[in-house]
Nanobody, 121 residues
Framework: QVQLVESGGGLVQAGGSLGLSCVAS????????TGWYRQAPGKQREMVAV???????NYNDSVKGRFTISRDNAEKTVYLQMHSLKPEDTAVYYC???????????????WGQGTQVTVSS
């Protein structure tokens, strides 16, 4: 069984910075993608940033130039550095790993428990 544990988040003033991290544990043969998603009250969950392991990450237009996703495959960890935060970035942030546990080519998506990011104006 795979578990994802997030850390970071919290309360910050507009214009400030925060960092999130997410560590995966359990049986993992390979990691296809890692990413961060967020869900604000009354809104649908949306993609924030996704790393494909090779090539350029994909970012939500609203965070381009402010957020940076990075991953450490050896440590099974994904990070999200957030700068110039805005009140509209307030949401619960979830990490996501798409993982092949047994090396069969069958990939499954796993989610973290979510961490609150609140940006005050």
């Amino acid at each position: 069984q795979v578990q994802l544990v997030e850390s970071g988040g919290g309360l910050v003033q507009a214009g400030g910075s925060l960092g999130l991290s997410c560590v995966a544990s359990g049986r993992i043969s390979s990691i296809k993608t890692t990413g961060w998603y967020r869900q604000a009250p009354g809104k649908q969950r949306e993609m924030v940033a996704v790393s494909y392991g090779g090539g350029f990450p994909n970012y939500n237009d609203s965070v381009k130039g402010r957020f940076t996703i990075s991953r450490d495959n050896a440590e099974k960890t994904v990070y999200l550095q957030m700068h110039s935060l805005k009140p509209e970035d307030t949401a619960v942030y979830y990490c996501n790993f798409v993982i092949d546990q047994r090396g069969t080519g069958a990939y499954v998506a796993y989610w973290g428990q979510g961490t609150q990011v609140t940006v005050s104006s």
